[in-house]
C-alpha cells in the first residue's frame, strides 16, 4: 500500500466519521502569534463586515516552539489557510514546495516598491515572495544610564567600538552596594528560546567582521574563517575570560536578560524594540539608552533582520478567501496597526506611530540588518551553530575548535540535503 | 505515570493468583455456541477496548515502523534512517545521558527509598501525617516539581547558591543547570526526589506485610536494630524490590518532563535523554523519518530491558 | 503512639526537609513581588507579601483556561477509558477463548511503550483525523495511558469477585449484561474508584503527548501551560509558582482527602504481588 492511497483511506475515514469540524467553505483558518491575538481580531471583525459570507477562525499561538508547529501543519496535509510565521522559516517550508506564491496578490494591495527591500527579500526564495511581511526589526544594545553613572560613564557615551565595549564592560562589572553583582553586558547563551534568541544577538558581530555563517552561494560553510571565529571569540570572551556576563548566561535568552537588566544585574545587552513597552509597563522609572551596536575599528555595524510574515499553505482549503484576507491585510495601514516593532512599507515607517526618538537607533540598526539566508535546513544549521557557541560558553572548547566542528556538521547537513 | 503502570503491574501480579478460578460454563449446541459468542460472548466485550487500543497503538506502531525504512517522500530507504541516526553524534551522548539519568535514579531511589520507607515504618509522634507529606513529591505533577526547582537552583537568585554562599560553603555561583559535569546529576536528583517517596510507599507496604513474629523471635535473641533491618527486612522486602525496580524501569524510559522543563538537553546536548531526542528530531528538525528509527530502537532496547528484568525475577523466583 | 527511640525523629525530619522545604519555597515565592524574587539577599519570608502573581495567573493569563481544559481532558478520558474498560474486563475475567492470555500480554506491553517512541505517528494520525489541537484527540491518545491500565485493574478485581455470585442470576436467564452491570458494578465500586484516581492524576500530570497535540492555547493543558509560562509570560518566577501552587491544589486535595483509598489500594496491591 503505497502511502498516498494509505492517505486517500484515512482521510476518508476521517470524513465518514466526522469526529470533527473541518474546514467549511467560506471560513478562513487564520493561525496568528499570542501578541498579536487583540489586533488580529480587530482585523477579522472589519473583514468580516467587509465580506459577508466568509467567517475568519482564529487560532493564537504563543511564540514557543511556533516554528515546528507551523512545520507540521504545513506538512501535515491539512494547514490552517494563513498562518502568521518568522520570515526567516518561510525557506525551510518552501524547501517541499509547500507555500503558495503571493507576490502577485501582494501587489494587487500595495505597489512592492514600498516594501523595505531587505523585507520582501526575507520572505523569497528563488526570487519568489512566499510571504507578506508586515513586521521588521533589529536588535539594538540598550544600556542602563544609572549604572553607567554609578561607575563614572558618561551615560551620553555608550561604546561605539569592539574595544570600547570590551573596556565599559569591564567598568561595569563590579559588586554594588548590597553586595549585589553587577556585570557590564548580559549575552545571550540559553534560555527559553535560546536558539534563536543566540543566534540574533551573535551572528552580528561574526557579519560586522566580514564573517558569515554559509558562503554567498550557501554551498558550503565558512565558520572556521578567521573573521568569524574573531567574531564568535568577541561574542564568548564576554563570558568564559572577561566575566563581564552573569553567570547565568547559560541561562539567559531574550527574556532573562531583559529581567536581568531590570533588577539591575546587567548593563547593557541586546535588545528589540519591544523591550521598551515592557520596561514602560513594568518598570515606568527606568533610566535607560539605547545605542546602536558596537562594531570592530573602521568596519560597519550590522544586525541581523527580524521581521514576521503571512504565509498561504498550499494545501488550505479555501485558497481565494485566504487570498482575499491577504489583500485586506496588505494595506500600509493595517500592516502598521499590526505590526508590534515597525512596519514594513516605506508609506507606514513615516507615521507618527514611529516617530519616537527612542526608536532611533533601532531605525539606524534596521538600515544595517540583513536577513537570514534562504536556505531549507537554515534551522538545522542554525541548532548546528548554536550547539558550538554553548560548546564554547560551557568551556567545552575553543572558539576555534567549536567553530571547525560547527563547520563539519554544516558540511554534513548541506551534503545531505543536496 | 508510574502510578499507572504501579497499578497495572500489582493486579497482574495478583490476578495471576486467582487464575485457577473456574469458568463459567460454555452453552452447549453449535448453535447456541454462535449466539452466545455473538450476543452475549467475549467478543463484544472485549472488542470495543481492542479496537480502540489498536486504533491507538498497533496503527502508530506499524506506521512508525514503515516511516523508519522510508524517506520523507515514502520512498523506501532501507536502513539508511538507522545508519544516520545511529552514527549521529547527538544519539550517542543521548544514549549514555539515559542510561546515567535512568541507573542512578533508580539506584538512588531504591536505597532512599527504602531508608524512607523503614523510617516510616517506625512508631513516632505524627507518623500518619509524616507519611502523607512524605508522598507529595510524588503525588504534586512532575512539572511543578521541575519548576519549583529550576527557580531553587537559578544561579544569581536562587535559594540554593544563597544559602551555600552565605555558609562560606562556596565563592563563586554554583551552575546547576548550565555547567556540563554538574547538570545531570542534579537533574538526577530532582528525579530521585520526584520518585522515592514512590519506592518509600511500596516499601512500607511490604514490611507491613512482613509477619511480626519474626521479629519478636529475633527479640527474643536480643537482636538489635541494625540486625533486624539485615538479616529480617532486607531479605524480606527482596521480592517487592524487585517488582518497584520494573515499575522505575518503566517510568525511568518515560521520563521527560523533568528534563525538558528544565533545561531542554541543554547546555550543548550535555542533558539530552532518547526521549527528548525524539521530540527534537521530529518537531524541531522535523527529520520524522529519523525520529520513527529512534522511536523503534528506543523501543526496542527499553522492552529488552524490561523482559530481561522479568526473566531474571522469574529465575529467582523459581529458585 | 509512641517513639521506640527519640532518635527516630532525627531521620523523620531529615525526611521531612527533603520532601516539603520545595513546596516552603514554592509557596513564600508565590506571595512575594518581583523585586524581592531579584533581590539578594534572599529574604525568607516574603517582606510585603503580595497577591499580585495570584491575580495575574488568575485573571490576566491563560491559566484559568488550562485549568478547565486539563479537568475536561482528565475526566474525559478517565471516564471513557472506564466505559470501554469495563466489558473487555469482564470479558478477560469471565471468558475462556482462545488467544485470551496472547491479548492480555499486549495489552500489557501496549503499557510499556516508551510514550516518546509514539508521538511521531500519533501526530501524524490526530492530523488526517483532523484532530490535532482538540480536546476530543487528547482525550482519545490518552487512552492509550489509561485504557490498558484500567482493563488490567478491573479484570484484577472482577477475578476477585466469586463467580457463585453470578451463577444464580444466569440460571435465571439474566444477560451478561445486565449482570455485568448489576452484580459485578456495585461489587467493585472500590476498585473502580482507585481506578479513577489512578488514571485522572496520569492523565493531569502528563507532558509529552500534550506538548506534542496540543499547540493552541484553547486545548492546552496545565502542564504545557505551566512550561511555557515563562516564554509567554516574561519568566515571571513569582508567577510561575503561583500557578504551581494552584495547579497542585486539586491533586494535592484529592490525595489527601482520599489519602486512604489512594495509599490503601496501592499497598493492598504491593503486598499481593
Not at chain 1, 131 to 147: I, N, S, T, V
Not at chain 1, 223 to 231: I, M
Not at chain 2, 247 to 256: D, F, K, W, Y
Not at chain 3, 230 to 240: F, H, L, Q, V
Request: glycine residues 8%; aromatic residues 10%; hydrophobic residues 50%.
Amino acid at each position: 500500500m503505497t502511502k498516498s492511497t494509505f492517505k486517500v483511506r484515512l482521510a476518508t475515514a476521517a470524513a465518514a466519521l466526522m469526529l470533527s469540524a473541518s474546514a467549511h467553505a467560506g471560513e478562513v483558518n487564520w493561525w496568528v502569534s499570542e501578541p498579536g491575538r487583540a489586533k488580529a481580531q480587530q482585523l477579522a471583525a472589519e473583514f468580516e463586515k467587509e465580506n459577508p459570507g466568509i467567517t475568519i477562525k482564529l487560532q493564537a499561538n504563543p511564540y514557543g516552539g511556533l516554528e515546528g508547529k507551523v512545520m507540521i501543519a504545513v506538512k501535515s496535509g491539512i494547514p490552517p489557510d494563513i498562518i502568521e510565521v518568522q520570515n526567516s522559516w518561510i525557506p525551510s517550508y518552501q524547501a517541499t514546495g509547500a507555500l503558495e506564491d503571493v507576490g502577485a496578490t501582494i501587489g494587487q494591495s500595495v505597489p512592492l516598491s514600498d516594501f523595505v527591500p531587505a523585507t520582501l527579500a526575507a520572505c523569497s526564495v528563488d526570487g519568489k515572495i512566499y510571504g507578506l511581511p508586515f513586521q521588521a526589526e533589529a536588535l539594538a544594545m540598550l544600556y542602563r544610564k544609572d549604572l553607567f553613572r554609578e561607575a563614572k560613564l558618561d551615560p551620553e557615551k555608550p561604546p561605539q567600538t569592539w574595544d570600547e565595549m570590551i573596556e565599559v564592560s569591564k567598568k561595569l562589572t563590579y559588586t554594588g552596594p548590597n553586595g549585589q553583582r553587577r556585570y557590564g553586558y548580559g549575552i545571550a547563551g540559553g534560555g527559553a528560546e535560546g536558539q534563536g534568541n543566540t543566534l540574533y544577538r551573535s551572528l552580528p558581530y561574526i557579519w560586522m567582521n566580514g564573517g558569515d555563517i554559509l558562503s554567498a552561494d550557501m554551498k558550503k560553510s565558512v565558520l572556521s574563517s578567521p573573521e568569524a571565529v574573531a567574531g564568535v571569540k568577541f561574542y564568548t570572551d564576554m563570558y568564559t575570560s572577561l566575566k563581564v556576563a552573569p553567570p547565568s548566561t547559560l541561562e539567559n535568552g531574550g527574556l532573562e536578560l531583559r529581567r536581568l537588566f531590570m533588577a539591575g544585574t546587567i548593563a547593557m545587552y541586546q535588545g528589540t524594540p519591544t523591550e521598551l513597552e515592557r520596561f514602560a509597563q513594568d518598570a515606568p522609572n527606568l533610566d535607560y539608552g539605547v545605542a546602536i551596536m558596537p562594531h570592530p575599528k573602521g568596519k560597519q555595524t550590522s544586525a541581523l533582520l527580524g521581521g514576521w510574515g503571512f504565509i498561504v499553505p498550499k494545501a488550505g482549503k479555501n485558497k481565494a478567501e485566504a487570498m482575499k484576507l491577504l489583500q485586506f491585510l496588505a494595506k500600509p495601514e493595517r500592516l502598521a496597526l499590526y505590526t508590534r516593532t515597525f512596519p514594513t512599507t516605506t508609506t507606514a515607517m513615516n507615521l507618527p506611530r514611529f516617530a519616537d526618538p527612542k526608536l532611533d537607533a533601532f531605525k539606524e540598526m534596521l538600515k544595517h540588518a540583513r536577513p537570514q539566508p534562504p536556505i531549507g535546513t537554515w534551522l538545522e544549521i542554525s541548532s548546528a551553530y548554536y550547539k558550538n557557541i554553548q560548546e564554547v560558553l560551557i568551556g567545552g572548547a575553543s572558539p576555534q575548535a567549536a567553530m571547525a566542528a560547527a563547520d563539519k556538521a554544516i558540511e554534513a547537513i548541506l551534503k545531505k540535503a543536496n | 505515570m508510574s502510578d499507572a503502570a504501579t497499578a497495572m503491574v500489582q493486579t497482574e501480579a495478583s490476578s495471576k493468583a486467582r487464575r485457577a478460578q473456574p469458568e463459567a460454563a460454555a452453552p452447549r449446541g453449535r448453535l447456541a455456541r454462535y449466539l452466545a459468542a455473538h450476543k452475549d460472548g467475549p467478543t463484544f466485550f472485549i472488542l470495543p477496548a481492542i479496537a480502540l487500543l489498536a486504533t491507538f497503538i498497533i496503527y502508530p506502531i506499524i506506521s512508525t515502523l514503515i516511516m523508519s525504512v522510508t524517506n520523507g517522500n515514502g520512498v523506501f530507504v532501507g536502513a539508511q534512517n538507522y545508519i544516520d541516526i545511529i552514527e549521529s553524534d547527538r544519539t550517542a551522548r543521548a544514549t549514555m545521558n539515559t542510561v546515567y539519568f535512568v541507573g542512578a535514579s533508580i539506584i538512588l531511589q531504591l536505597i532512599l527509598g527504602t531508608a524512607a520507607g523503614i523510617v516510616l515504618n517506625e512508631q513516632f509522634r505524627g507518623q500518619a501525617i509524616v507519611r502523607a507529606l512524605t508522598l507529595i513529591p510524588w503525588v504534586i505533577p512532575g512539572i511543578v516539581g521541575a519548576m519549583t526547582w529550576a527557580w531553587m537552583f537559578h544561579t544569581d537568585y536562587g535559594v540554593i547558591n544563597y544559602v551555600l554562599s552565605s555558609w562560606g560553603l562556596i565563592d563563586e555561583p554554583v551552575r546547576w543547570l548550565t555547567n556540563p559535569t554538574i547538570v545531570l546529576p542534579a537533574l538526577t536528583a530532582v528525579n530521585v526526589w520526584k520518585m522515592f517517596p514512590f519506592v518509600a510507599i511500596m516499601v512500607l507496604a511490604g514490611l507491613q506485610s512482613i509477619p511480626v513474629s519474626l521479629y519478636e523471635a529475633a527479640k527474643v535473641d536480643g537482636a538489635t536494630f541494625r540486625d533486624e533491618v539485615i538479616y529480617i527486612t532486607l531479605p524480606q522486602l527482596r521480592p517487592i524490590l524487585a517488582s518497584i525496580t520494573l515499575l522505575l524501569i518503566i517510568a525511568g524510559v518515560n521520563s521527560i518532563t523533568i528534563i525538558y522543563a528544565m533545561t531542554k538537553g541543554g547546555p550543548a546536548d550535555r542533558s539530552l535523554i532518547t526521549s527528548i531526542q525524539i521530540f527534537v528530531e521530529a518537531f524541531q528538525y522535523f527529520n520524522f523519518n529519523q525520529a520513527s528509527a529512534l522511536s523503534v530502537l528506543f523501543f526496542l532496547v527499553s522492552t529488552l530491558f524490561i523482559v530481561a528484568h522479568i526473566w531474571l525475577d522469574g529465575r529467582r523466583k523459581e529458585r | 503512639m509512641k517513639a521506640r527511640s527519640p532518635w527516630v525523629y532525627l531521620p523523620v525530619l531529615i525526611l521531612l526537609a527533603i520532601t516539603v522545604v520545595p513546596f516552603f519555597w514554592m509557596i513564600v515565592s508565590s506571595f512575594k513581588s518581583l523585586a524581592e524574587l531579584y533581590h539578594i539577599p534572599i529574604t525568607w519570608l516574603p517582606k510585603q507579601a503580595t497577591l499580585a502573581n495570584y491575580q495575574k495567573v488568575l485573571f490576566d493569563s491563560n491559566v484559568p483556561r488550562y485549568f478547565w481544559n486539563s479537568t475536561i481532558v482528565s475526566l474525559g478520558s478517565t471516564i471513557v477509558a472506564l466505559i470501554f474498560a469495563t466489558p473487555a474486563a469482564y470479558g478477560f475475567s469471565r471468558f475462556e477463548f482462545k488467544g485470551r492470555s496472547v491479548w492480555q500480554m499486549l495489552i500489557l506491553m501496549s503499557h510499556l511503550l516508551p510514550s516518546a517512541a509514539l508521538i511521531v505517528p500519533l501526530y501524524i494520525f490526530l492530523g488526517y483525523l483532523n484532530l490535532l489541537n482538540t480536546l476530543i484527540g487528547l482525550i482519545l491518545v490518552y487512552l492509550v495511558l489509561t485504557l490498558p491500565l484500567a482493563i488490567w485493574m478491573l479484570t484484577g478485581y472482577f477475578k476477585s469477585i466469586p463467580v457463585e455470585l453470578e451463577e444464580a442470576a444466569i440460571i435465571d436467564g439474566a444477560s451478561r449484561w445486565v449482570i455485568l452491570l448489576k452484580i459485578m458494578l456495585p461489587l467493585s465500586l472500590p476498585g473502580i474508584v482507585v481506578i479513577f484516581l489512578y488514571s485522572f492524576v496520569a492523565t493531569w500530570n502528563e507532558f509529552i503527548f500534550a506538548l506534542s497535540f496540543a499547540n493552541d492555547s484553547s486545548v492546552k493543558t496545565l502542564p504545557i501551560g505551566l512550561a511555557e509560562f515563562s516564554t509567554e509570560y516574561d519568566t515571571d518566577w513569582g508567577a510561575i509558582m503561583a500557578a504551581s501552587v494552584i495547579m497542585s491544589l486539586p491533586i494535592a486535595a484529592i490525595f489527601l482527602g482520599l489519602q486512604k483509598v489512594f495509599v490503601g489500594g496501592m499497598m493492598s496491591g504491593a503486598t499481593k504481588g
